[in-house]
């Protein structure tokens, strides 16, 4: 989602000023101009990866597969070799050839991520099933995770643990979507719709914008690269009661298209900070909202995003352009031409050089063309002209949907 909360974000405060404040809080990359620890070549981004690399990693990836682009090699090893012979996953491990100790921080936000993007890319059955088996290990006694084994359950980690446990084809059991459930404010209440992050220490819901793009997802049994879906109409916070996930996902769709009606972009704030526009959020709320059924009510927000949201994420990283791309994914739009920007290209350029960058309606153009490069329907029109003595010459081009 936005930000790896938590250490992510103490470290986002930390090592960042406030002339690139808004790129930690969109994508939690905390950038760094002297990294730490040396940036391995498989890796997406120049910022240090102690708190994001796995996650920008995965997310990457995902974007790169939503839009046919398959990824060097070298990026996916990098991915798989970071993982820890129990299946999980840390945020970053410098130095993948001392084995992972009951000290090494793993975490559900980072294996999930992992899970989701080595899922898609196939090929990966034994560490995908190997993480899948870590997740379930860690599940809290509600049936919910929270980020780190052992901590209270949360919407987020939730949210990306059942995107990837349906992402690896493993049922998403009703304990787990209970305890998301719980986690959304009922209707008629303030903020009613939205999903809470954690209920605070007297156990009161309060709602949050990155917590109910996240819930709306993990209440759809969908994950980060969630493709777009019918439209179903404006959606509406219905029922007093307890609602099931389903409608606690369009509840949540409800809450977000009323936080983006105004301005249609979401804000954060820092401590001590101006509150500013929240670029990863509001492109994590197109998600969210195209994959419930609401593309017509994050259109807007994406129109806003391809007007504001480029420079954010030149200064912020792969992470970023991939929150983008996803979003552009799930809208139906073209992740090519945002705004005028490549954010394929940019996002490829981040990292290590594809290993092709054609995009799916590309190979199926080619593959309606014979070895000759002749368009299979202009021998159709061709045969029909020899046929009947007259007929018309067609060519056309496919749509690249993207």
């Known amino acids: 989602m936005n930000i790896r909360r938590s250490a992510a974000l103490v470290a986002a405060t930390a090592v960042i000023g406030m002339a690139t404040a808004p790129a930690a809080l969109a994508d939690g990359s905390a950038p760094s101009a002297s990294p730490s620890v040396a940036i391995p070549s498989g890796l997406y981004g120049k910022a240090d990866p102690t708190y994001d690399g796995v996650w920008r990693q995965s997310l990457s990836l995902l974007a790169q597969h939503t839009t046919g682009v398959k990824p060097a090699a070298k990026a996916v090893d990098w991915l798989t070799g970071q993982q820890c012979a129990n299946g999980g996953f840390a945020a970053f491990r ?11 921080p793993l975490d559900s936000n980072s294996t999930g991520a992992a899970v989701q993007a080595l899922a898609a890319l196939g090929g990966h059955d034994a560490e995908v099933g190997k993480a899948v088996k870590w997740l379930e290990s860690v599940r809290g006694d509600d049936g919910g ?22 992402a690896a084809g493993e049922k998403v059991t009703s304990s787990a979507q209970t305890a998301l459930v719980k986690l959304s404010i009922p209707c008629g209440k303030d903020g009613g719709g939205a999903f809470a992050y954690q209920p605070d220490k007297k156990g009161k819901l309060a709602a949050n914008a990155d917590a109910t793009a996240a819930g709306v997802l993990g209440g759809l049994g969908k994950g980060l690269a969630a493709d777009g879906a019918k439209q179903a109409g404006t959606p509406s916070c219905e029922g007093s009661g307890t609602p099931d996930a389903a409608q606690a996902a369009q509840n949540g769709s409800a809450y977000l298209t009323e936080a983006l009606a105004k301005d249609h972009h979401l804000m954060s704030s820092m401590p001590g900070a101006k509150d500013q526009p ?46 983008l791309v996803l979003a552009s994914h799930a809208a139906g739009a073209d992740p090519r031409d945002f705004g005028g920007t490549d954010l394929v290209k940019a996002l490829n350029a981040t990292g290590p050089t594809p290993s092709s960058t054609k995009a799916a ?24 002209v020899a046929g009947i003595g007259i007929g018309f010459l067609f060519s056309g081009r496919q749509k690249q949907q993207l």
């Open 94 to 104: 410098a130095d993948t050839g001392k084995a992972c100790d009951a000290k090494t």
């Open 145 to 166: 995770w929270g980020y780190n084994p052992g901590g209270a359950s949360d919407a987020n980690s939730t949210s990306v643990v059942i995107g990837a446990l349906a």
């Open 278 to 323: 929240d670029y990863g959020n509001t492109a994590d709320a197109v998600t969210a909202l195209s994959a419930a059924g609401h593309g017509d009510q994050a259109a807007p927000a994406l129109s806003w995003l391809e007007k504001n949201a480029t420079q954010w994420a030149a200064q912020s990283g792969p992470a970023a352009y991939a929150q």
């Open 361 to 384: 309606a590309d190979k199926k153009k080619d593959e309606k063309k014979d070895d000759g490069g002749i368009s299979v329907w202009y021998v159709v029109a061709v045969a029909a």
